[in-house]
């Protein structure tokens, strides 16, 4: 039996998952990571506590499972997305913390050049929108942070990348610099047309191209590794994708139309738009869907700061319920929100507003108000979110919608996913395999290593999911849904007036 083992390097934490060569879930560890608040707008994780949950976590799923690690056919690699890092390649060591994808502090440099209308320029280059969220400004600011920082990156003495580059750097011991198709085009570096870093960009940001890492397909193989010698011999690194991607790889949209949506502690939203990078919907981004030898789709892609980071809120800071499984049957306990709804712009709104100005909100508050309310509001924001985007894909892009699958934690929670397809009006194909994104990182070694041969293979495995099909009439969905539409317009409209 061949076994594959993914490292799903998230926002909130790392797991280890092994996989059979059948794609059944064998045994997982996780461990979760600081989130570092340094100033108001910035947050930022430790690279090397990240890399030390790394190799933690791949040795207690080796002795949680009981496979024997001589096994192990490979390891795979999928990370959260747009976090960037810049470390010394002679020393190994990090210059500062990796500024996260929840990070404000590249605005500055953002509103730069798009009051330089640039905006057009680098959207037709890249399929993105010039905003903090990706990592190009991030990696602006690490660099320019230090004359010293600055003078070494020159000089050479400097590498950067997203999450991945850097697990790879050192599973590798140093010997490869390296990131695959997915990673890199949300970098905002990346020329989605000739799949290689855009010279003129990188300028734009004061980025030496040089310090970035080499491009790969994800289902080559990246380099070996011993994981710091806790294997007996070196095995390939294969299957290198972004968390969405790979989401979507696990969930099997090979096909245009074809959509899916990661719940994480934010959300992507991602519909297959074929072998052509067209223009997205204002609103939305074109991204590199997937890339393996034989084949490269395209996705128009949608990003949502706070889902399951809304739930976590709920949970850490008010306090209204002890755990996440506790949402659902609060939730349940009232009828409806009663008028209450709930805005979760912690880091301002993604995808399709992308304002980073605007607060978190909770309205429609009054004297009968319970936190059975606020938390139901808190779960119905999430589908409310989800509908934003792919109303936005199905009716603007002119792509028909031919089946949605969904994956990530929350999808346990009965209520949100049966509020998601009436807010869609359309039937939801869940994974049954929470772990969609270390499932298709895992799918893209096993090509990586000739377990199997084409995509067409990875259809035929077999994948147990359930269905959830809608049940509220479509005028009460309408009336919801323009409450929601409501609410996010009041508190747009109200940050305008205080502006003026």
Not at 29 to 58: F, M, T
Not at 108 to 126: A, M, V
Request: glycine content about 10%; charged content about 20%; aromatic content about 8%.
């Amino acid at each position: 039996m061949n076994y594959i083992l993914s490292v799903d390097q998230s926002t909130s934490g790392t797991k280890a998952i092994i996989f059979d060569e059948n794609v059944r879930f064998v045994a997982r560890s996780n461990a979760p990571h600081r989130q570092i608040y340094a100033q108001a707008g910035w947050v930022e994780h430790d690279p090397e506590e990240i890399y030390s949950n790394v190799l933690k976590v791949i040795r207690e799923v080796i002795d949680l499972s009981g496979v024997d690690k001589n096994t192990i056919s490979c390891i795979s690699v999928t990370n959260q997305r747009e976090t960037v890092l810049v470390w010394n390649k002679l020393t190994g060591k990090p210059v500062c913390n990796a500024v996260v994808w929840q990070c404000l502090r590249g605005e500055k440099k953002c509103n730069e050049l798009k009051n330089r209308g640039l905006e057009k320029t680098i959207r037709q280059k890249t399929g993105l929108i010039i905003d903090p969220y990706f990592s190009a400004s991030g990696l602006h600011w690490i660099l320019n942070s230090s004359q010293e920082i600055k003078d070494k990156a020159q000089k050479g003495e400097l590498v950067a990348g997203t999450i991945d580059s850097w697990l790879i750097w050192n599973l590798t011991g140093g010997k490869v610099h390296a990131t695959d198709y997915t990673n890199a085009c949300r970098t905002m570096l990346l020329n989605i047309h000739t799949l290689s870093w855009d010279k003129e960009i990188c300028s734009l940001f004061d980025v030496p191209v040089e310090i970035l890492p080499g491009l790969k397909h994800s289902d080559e193989v990246f380099g070996y590794t011993t994981a710091n010698g806790f294997f007996e011999k070196e095995i390939p690194v294969t299957g290198v994708m972004g968390d969405s991607h790979a989401a979507l790889f696990g969930q099997r949209c090979y096909h245009q139309g074809l959509s899916k949506v990661t719940y994480g502690t934010g959300s992507s939203v991602m519909m297959n738009i074929g072998a052509k990078p067209y223009e997205a919907p204002e609103g939305l981004v074109t991204s590199v869907g997937y890339s393996i030898k034989d084949k490269t789709d395209f996705v128009f892609e949608g990003n949502i700061h706070s889902t399951g980071g809304t739930i976590k809120w709920m949970v850490e800071s008010l306090r209204l319920i002890k755990n996440s499984g506790e949402s659902e049957d609060l939730a349940q306990s009232v009828p409806s929100t009663d008028g209450v709804y709930f805005v979760p712009a912690f880091a301002g709104l993604g995808a399709p507003y992308w304002d980073n100005t605007v607060k978190a909100n909770i309205s429609g508050i009054h004297g009968g108000t319970t936190k059975a309310h606020i938390v139901r509001a808190g779960l119905e924001s999430i589908a409310y979110q989800v509908k934003d985007l792919l109303d936005l894909m199905t009716e603007k892009a002119g792509i028909q919608l031919t089946g949605i699958r969904v994956d990530g934690g929350p999808t346990r929670n009965r209520f949100l996913m049966q509020f998601q397809a009436d807010m869609l009006n359309a039937p939801l194909t869940i994974s049954n395999i929470e772990e969609a994104s270390a499932l298709g990182a895992a799918l893209a070694g096993g090509l990586g290593i000739g377990l199997w041969k084409n995509t067409e293979k990875l259809e035929d495995l077999f994948t147990e999911n359930t269905r959830v099909t809608p049940v509220m009439d479509t005028g009460q969905t309408e009336f919801l849904y323009e409450g929601w539409k409501n609410a996010v317009s009041m508190l747009r409209g109200t940050r305008n007036e205080r502006q003026k």
